[in-house]
């Protein structure tokens, strides 16, 4: 089998970071975090994923290639054995691992019901004060259908029974027996509530729990036979027909609230649910069996990251690291005047995302200064780069700001932002129609004496100041005329009528990427046929496009070394005999998201490197608005190479490498070798260039000369990269 499924794949993707909260060396609460973030990832995965293999074995989709042949259904049923497995697992290592870890340091999730008396009087009056008047009970009768309720809402289901009523004056008569009853948890208070316990440093008490716990308050004068909280999934992938609409935006708003009435596809509930409740709630949502998820602990621990963020042990965390200015531009007075001198290459979070900002806030005040265009695909919740776009609009210069309103999850804040930059006079172009704008990119034009000069900035991120401190991400600014020409014949496609034009420097897909990546691959071949070393390094997010696997076994048989790292989704099967014998696969999870995309290309000798927005993914090469673009700069070149792409080959603790079967090995530190933790060569090399230039200076040759801990097994990995055959 040369392909590997690719849902199957996003799993074991998964299954990595859920790892992380078994491994001893990481600190309890990072571990807490994996296994939230694990969570919250196999619920968008439902939603999108799973939603869509449903429909597909249904018949109601389009059946898409499942990478190695299998039916729709085939794929589904394994997906859901899959699914089950890692969603037991996060909540045993919740409940029997990290819990009673964390009470062992003060800090409990409790049960209401297990807490001394003082406690439980404060959790009453807070039960009376702020949640009771939320609340509103729903009896499930003939009278009293199912509730609609919200995709990934919190509920608690009730078995109560009545006792006999006399009938009212009116003929009302009570239900009598064991009686179905429905309360939503409120979305509006947070779920994890805190109180003081004494001796300890924190406690908290689910939402859901204190619901239960009061329930009489809800019903009274039945008997409260059983509580079970359960949350449900829907399916909330847009359905959007956008040949046949005639506003996007209001096209998109109307799928919004539609959302939440899609079909329900999962259903979680406590461990402690009797068959009889689960059975009762299982029918009246429709779900299959398969997609039950019944299990110890608290359901839908991607809550738990409340925790993370709310308690404060040093010990328990990550040591902190704030992204440090970049030695580039720490000092510089005129961002225009160093990005003037030569371009400028920002390793993100090691070096602050703050530069990027500064550079949009520069522009929206300076007086010399008439245009400014730029893409946005995701940003943070209260955006220093909008606002900058804003101010800039109101001070009349010319902005435009190209809003991808489809971008998965965030489509109603992405219509937030439009509509308030409009509103500040920001010329606002909602993407394109039947393509997404997923490249990044900023271009500044401004005056300098009689002629307009222009700025950019490019990346594989995206322009969010939030994420850009938890996601590894490179960027761009430069002012070469072959890049900013092009970037400004870009926006003019994307915000007019009219074909790409040619282009000097940039690849755009879904006009040549995809030409672009088979033409360096052939080329890649042709050198190791002449006998020069044929070379690809790659790191991705995802490997998916069946075009480009095959390129890249064509490549392995003709000889061309390929070292693949691949974050989540592979479909390649690296070290097949014949096939795939000189590609390696690795894989590294760590605290930092690994975002970033780089092309290297040996090319005999004279070599290339290539930042992207794209992945090798179908959606990316045919049905999105992508960007890759050359790093021309010697010194830029030369980093990206002998010390990024390096050291991510030489990372030997939170790297996993890919066998033949498809299956990841973690890998591990060599007998008398030296460990090599790539995301904390790449802190230490932030907080040593932070510091002075000459002791930076010094002290970095000196960790090259072999005095320090890893950088030994990063010049091997240099020499690998760099080899060549006479």
Same mark, same amino acid.
């Given at each position: 089998?040369?392909?590997?499924?690719?849902?199957?794949?996003?799993?074991?993707?998964? /299954?990595?970071? !859920?790892?992380? *909260? %078994?491994?001893?060396?990481?600190?309890? &609460?990072?571990? @807490?975090?994996?296994?939230? #973030?694990?969570?919250?990832?196999?619920?968008?995965?439902?939603?999108?994923?799973?939603?869509?293999?449903?429909?597909?074995?249904?018949?109601?989709?389009?059946?898409?290639?499942?990478?190695?042949?299998?039916?729709?259904?085939?794929?589904?049923?394994?997906?859901?054995?899959?699914?089950? /497995?890692?969603? !037991?697992?996060? *909540? %045993?290592?919740?409940?029997?691992?990290? &819990?009673?870890? @964390?009470?062992?340091?003060? #800090?409990?999730?409790?049960?209401?019901?297990?807490?001394?008396?003082?406690?439980?009087?404060?959790?009453?009056?807070?039960?009376?004060?702020?949640?009771?008047?939320?609340?509103?009970?729903?009896?499930?009768?003939?009278?009293?259908?199912?509730?609609?309720?919200?995709?990934?809402?919190?509920?608690?289901?009730?078995?109560?029974?009545?006792?006999?009523?006399?009938?009212?004056?009116?003929?009302?008569?009570?239900?009598?027996?064991?009686?179905?009853?429905?309360?939503?948890?409120?979305?509006?208070?947070?779920?994890?509530?805190?109180?003081?316990?004494?001796?300890?440093?924190?406690?908290?008490?689910?939402?859901?729990?204190?619901?239960?716990?009061?329930?009489?308050?809800?019903?009274?004068?039945?008997?409260?036979?059983?509580?079970?909280?359960?949350?449900?999934?829907?399916?909330?992938?847009?359905?959007?027909?956008?040949?046949?609409?005639?506003?996007?935006?209001?096209?998109?708003?109307?799928?919004?609230?539609?959302?939440?009435?899609?079909?329900?596809?999962?259903?979680?509930?406590?461990?402690?649910?009797?068959?009889?409740?689960?059975?009762?709630?299982?029918?009246?949502?429709?779900?299959?069996?398969?997609?039950?998820?019944?299990?110890?602990?608290?359901?839908?621990?991607?809550?738990?990251?409340?925790?993370?963020?709310?308690?404060?042990?040093?010990?328990?965390?990550?040591?902190?690291?704030?992204?440090?200015?970049?030695?580039?531009?720490?000092?510089?007075?005129?961002?225009?005047?160093?990005?003037?001198?030569?371009?400028?290459?920002?390793?993100?979070?090691?070096?602050?995302?703050?530069?990027?900002?500064?550079?949009?806030?520069?522009?929206?005040?300076?007086?010399?200064?008439?245009?400014?265009?730029?893409?946005?695909?995701?940003?943070?919740?209260?955006?220093?780069?909008?606002?900058?776009?804003?101010?800039?609009?109101?001070?009349?210069?010319?902005?435009?700001?190209?809003?991808?309103?489809?971008?998965?999850?965030?489509?109603?804040?992405?219509?937030?932002?439009?509509?308030?930059?409009?509103?500040?006079?920001?010329?606002?172009?909602?993407?394109?129609?039947?393509?997404?704008?997923?490249?990044?990119?900023?271009?500044?034009?401004?005056?300098?004496?009689?002629?307009?000069?222009?700025?950019?900035?490019?990346?594989?991120?995206?322009?969010?100041?939030?994420?850009?401190?938890?996601?590894?991400?490179?960027?761009?600014?430069?002012?070469?005329?072959?890049?900013?020409?092009?970037?400004?014949?870009?926006?003019?496609?994307?915000?007019?009528?009219?074909?790409?034009?040619?282009?000097?420097?940039?690849?755009?897909?879904?006009?040549?990427?995809?030409?672009?990546?088979?033409?360096?691959?052939?080329?890649?071949?042709?050198?190791?046929?002449?006998?020069?070393?044929?070379?690809?390094?790659?790191?991705?997010?995802?490997?998916?496009?069946?075009?480009?696997?095959?390129?890249?076994?064509?490549?392995?048989?003709?000889?061309?070394?390929?070292?693949?790292?691949?974050?989540?989704?592979?479909?390649?099967?690296?070290?097949?005999?014949?096939?795939?014998?000189?590609?390696?696969?690795?894989?590294?999870?760590?605290?930092?998201?690994?975002?970033?995309?780089?092309?290297?290309?040996?090319?005999?000798?004279?070599?290339?490197?290539?930042?992207?927005?794209?992945?090798?993914?179908?959606?990316?090469?045919?049905?999105?608005?992508?960007?890759?673009?050359?790093?021309?700069?010697?010194?830029?070149?030369?980093?990206?190479?002998?010390?990024?792409?390096?050291?991510?080959?030489?990372?030997?603790?939170?790297?996993?490498?890919?066998?033949?079967?498809?299956?990841?090995?973690?890998?591990?530190?060599?007998?008398?070798?030296?460990?090599?933790?790539?995301?904390?060569?790449?802190?230490?090399?932030?907080?040593?260039?932070?510091?002075?230039?000459?002791?930076?200076?010094?002290?970095?040759?000196?960790?090259?000369?072999?005095?320090?801990?890893?950088?030994?097994?990063?010049?091997?990995?240099?020499?690998?990269?760099?080899?060549?055959?006479?």
């Amino acid at each position: 089998m040369l392909y590997q499924n690719r849902e199957i794949s996003w799993l074991d993707f998964n /299954a990595r970071v !859920l790892s992380m *909260a %078994t491994r001893q060396g990481v600190p309890l &609460l990072e571990r @807490l975090k994996f296994v939230a #973030i694990a969570a919250s990832n196999l619920d968008e995965f439902y939603m999108v994923r799973v939603a869509n293999l449903m429909n597909q074995a249904a018949g109601k989709a389009q059946v898409a290639d499942q990478g190695d042949g299998r039916r729709p259904q085939d794929v589904l049923e394994e997906v859901a054995r899959r699914a089950h /497995a890692m969603s !037991l697992e996060a *909540a %045993t290592i919740v409940s029997q691992s990290i &819990l009673p870890a @964390l009470a062992n340091h003060g #800090i409990v999730v409790a049960d209401p019901k297990s807490l001394p008396e003082t406690t439980r009087a404060e959790i009453t009056r807070f039960y009376l004060r702020e949640v009771h008047p939320c609340l509103t009970p729903i009896a499930i009768d003939p009278a009293h259908p199912f509730p609609r309720l919200r995709n990934r809402s919190l509920n608690v289901a009730f078995r109560i029974e009545s006792k006999p009523r006399a009938k009212t004056p009116a003929g009302f008569e009570q239900p009598e027996g064991t009686l179905l009853a429905v309360v939503g948890v409120p979305a509006v208070i947070p779920r994890l509530q805190s109180f003081a316990l004494e001796g300890q440093r924190a406690c908290f008490v689910p939402l859901e729990a204190i619901i239960a716990l009061h329930s009489s308050e809800l019903f009274p004068g039945h008997r409260i036979i059983e509580a079970c909280p359960f949350r449900l999934t829907r399916a909330a992938d847009l359905e959007i027909a956008e040949d046949e609409t005639e506003n996007l935006l209001t096209t998109i708003q109307a799928e919004l609230r539609r959302r939440d009435r899609r079909e329900a596809i999962r259903l979680e509930l406590g461990e402690g649910a009797t068959a009889e409740l689960v059975e009762q709630v299982r029918d009246m949502l429709g779900i299959e069996p398969a997609h039950i998820h019944q299990n110890p602990g608290i359901i839908a621990p991607g809550d738990l990251m409340a925790v993370v963020q709310k308690v404060d042990v040093s010990e328990l965390k990550e040591e902190p690291f704030s992204p440090l200015a970049s030695p580039v531009l720490r000092y510089q007075r005129d961002i225009f005047a160093k990005i003037d001198e030569g371009d400028v290459l920002l390793h993100h979070p090691y070096e602050s995302f703050g530069h990027v900002v500064e550079f949009v806030e520069t522009a929206a005040d300076d007086p010399d200064v008439v245009a400014i265009k730029m893409t946005l695909y995701r940003t943070s919740g209260d955006s220093p780069i909008v606002r900058a776009l804003a101010r800039a609009a109101e001070r009349g210069k010319q902005v435009t700001a190209v809003v991808e309103l489809k971008a998965r999850f965030d489509e109603a804040a992405n219509i937030a932002w439009a509509r308030s930059l409009e509103e500040n006079g920001v010329h606002v172009v909602y993407g394109l129609i039947g393509l997404k704008v997923h490249g990044k990119l900023l271009l500044v034009i401004r005056r300098e004496g009689a002629e307009l000069k222009r700025y950019l900035h490019l990346s594989t991120g995206n322009y969010n100041p939030t994420t850009a401190r938890l996601y590894s991400d490179l960027s761009l600014l430069t002012a070469r005329e072959e890049l900013t020409s092009d970037a400004m014949l870009l926006f003019n496609v994307l915000t007019g009528y009219g074909d790409l034009p040619p282009m000097q420097r940039l690849i755009v897909s879904p006009f040549n990427l995809r030409q672009h990546l088979v033409e360096r691959i052939a080329r890649e071949i042709e050198h190791a046929k002449a006998g020069r070393h044929g070379r690809i390094i790659a790191k991705l997010n995802s490997l998916v496009d069946p075009g480009i696997i095959r390129a890249l076994y064509r490549a392995s048989q003709a000889g061309v070394e390929i070292d693949l790292l691949v974050r989540g989704i592979c479909c390649l099967r690296p070290q097949i005999p014949g096939i795939s014998e000189h590609i390696r696969v690795r894989a590294v999870v760590d605290r930092f998201l690994e975002h970033a995309r780089v092309y290297y290309w040996g090319n005999g000798g004279d070599d290339e490197v290539w930042l992207t927005s794209a992945d090798w993914m179908p959606r990316n090469l045919n049905r999105r608005i992508e960007i890759a673009f050359p790093v021309l700069d010697g010194a830029a070149k030369r980093r990206l190479r002998d010390e990024i792409l390096a050291t991510e080959l030489a990372d030997n603790v939170s790297s996993w490498t890919v066998d033949p079967s498809g299956a990841y090995v973690p890998s591990q530190v060599p007998p008398g070798g030296q460990a090599v933790r790539m995301q904390s060569v790449f802190i230490s090399l932030a907080k040593e260039r932070s510091v002075p230039q000459r002791t930076a200076v010094r002290r970095e040759m000196a960790a090259r000369s072999g005095s320090g801990a890893v950088f030994p097994a990063i010049r091997a990995a240099e020499a690998a990269l760099r080899r060549r055959q006479p």
